[in-house]
């Protein structure tokens, strides 16, 4: 098929072949992408609004229990990716429980006597992003249930799990947010 000069059947450079074809199929996808067959990212996005997600920091020890307060922000990383600032929304906050059977058979939960410094908390978040068929994007990143997550503020950096991802209403009605179409 290729001759001593180079040459794809005696007739046509083997290089300028390759590039005959990827510019082929360049239009091809070109010309796919144009019709709808295929999407691009900017196709699929549905709209943007809030969102909040709650993040689970298990058996934080701290001597100070209120290290997350309502209405301040904090820095988050989500897949060792920088994400940027959020806000706080809500926080629940509860002492390292233990659980032990009573003699009758019951169970009883009480705060762990042996972890005086342990804490759990649950920490809603507030966030902008954008919502496709896939779930919300923030920054590029998708924000899902199971997906850990490290919240930083001033003077700590803690691991956390996200536990909860809802679309939040818009502050001018008390209906959700409907997506706004991209332009």
Do not use: C, W
Request: proline residues 6%; aromatic residues 6%.
């Amino acid at each position: 098929m290729i001759d001593s000069s180079g040459r794809l059947f005696g007739k046509m450079n083997v290089i300028d072949f390759g590039g005959m074809a990827l510019g082929l199929l360049v239009t091809l996808g070109i010309m796919a992408v144009q019709s709808g067959m295929y999407r691009t990212s900017g196709q699929v996005i549905k709209g943007e609004g809030d969102i909040e997600y709650t993040v689970y920091i298990r058996n934080l020890k701290t001597l100070q229990p209120n290290l997350f307060v309502p209405g301040k922000k904090l820095s988050i990383t989500i897949r060792n990716q920088p994400r940027g600032e959020v806000s706080i929304v809500a926080v629940q906050q509860t002492p390292k429980q233990s659980s032990f059977m009573l003699p009758n058979g019951q169970l009883k939960t009480v705060s762990d006597p042996a972890d005086p410094l342990g804490n759990d908390y649950r920490v809603t978040l507030k966030d902008h992003a954008q919502f496709t068929n896939d779930g919300y994007v923030t920054e590029g990143i998708k924000v899902k249930i199971g997906l850990n997550i490290e919240v930083e503020g001033k003077d700590y950096r803690v691991p956390g799990m996200i536990i909860g991802v809802k679309e939040v209403a818009s502050d001018s009605t008390a209906t959700p947010a409907n997506p706004v179409k991209p332009q």
